[in-house]
């Protein structure tokens, strides 16, 4: 397959379905049926096209890990399955991405933050790898002192989800620190 149509949303659907059935323990069968593959297809190629190209990656890793955990937990897979998951995943990233959009124009940026006096640590381009929800989070609870149900509320989050968040940065400054 050639770089170009590796990025287009049918070879990546393409892709996927052959990531699908290479994965033995679902028993995932390409459909024989031209007609059948096809449909299939289009309908797996209409998400990658409606999450773009830079989601392409994300769409495809999620949907395989879905199916495995529903294999896992005692669910046949089949090919509506692995529909139903992309769409659910596919919502998933729009709506993180509304989320992100609706994000306000406030002036958070890294330079925010305290610089380490260690030359060994710069905190500062760690906190660069973050994604701009998780740096608003981080900012508005350690640095401006906010809660986490008005950090939640801002951004249209619940509290728990700003909870996990701060948690998953803790996590990463921890790991990247030691």
Same mark, same amino acid.
Not at 133 to 150: Q, S, V
Not at 170 to 176: A, D, F, G, I, K
């Given at each position: ?34 007609? !059948?593959? *096809? ?9 990658? #096209?409606?999450?773009?190209? +830079?989601?392409?990656? /994300? @769409? ?39 989320? !992100?959009? *609706? ?9 925010? #933050?305290?610089?380490?006096? +260690?030359?060994?640590? /710069? @905190? ?55």
């Amino acid at each position: 397959m050639s770089a170009n149509k590796e990025y287009t949303a049918r070879g990546h659907s393409g892709l996927l379905i052959k990531h699908l059935t290479e994965t033995l323990t679902l028993g995932l069968v390409v459909p024989a049926d031209k007609e !059948e593959y *096809a449909k299939l297809e289009r309908s797996l190629s209409a998400h990658f #096209a409606r999450v773009g190209r +830079s989601n392409f990656d /994300d @769409l495809s890793s999620w949907v395989l890990l879905e199916c495995l955990e529903k294999y896992r937990g005692g669910t046949k897979v089949d090919w509506a399955e692995v529909l139903r998951a992309a769409d659910r995943i596919r919502h998933r990233i729009t709506r993180q991405h509304a989320r !992100e959009r *609706a994000l306000p124009n406030a002036n958070v940026t890294v330079d925010a #933050a305290a610089p380490s006096p +260690s030359t060994a640590i /710069d @905190l500062k381009s760690l906190l660069k790898k973050l994604p701009r929800t998780d740096l608003i989070i981080f900012h508005g609870f350690y640095l401006e002192g906010k809660k986490a149900a008005d950090i939640g509320e801002q951004l249209g989050m619940s509290q728990a989800q700003v909870y996990r968040r701060l948690s998953d940065v803790r996590n990463m400054l921890v790991h990247q620190l030691r």
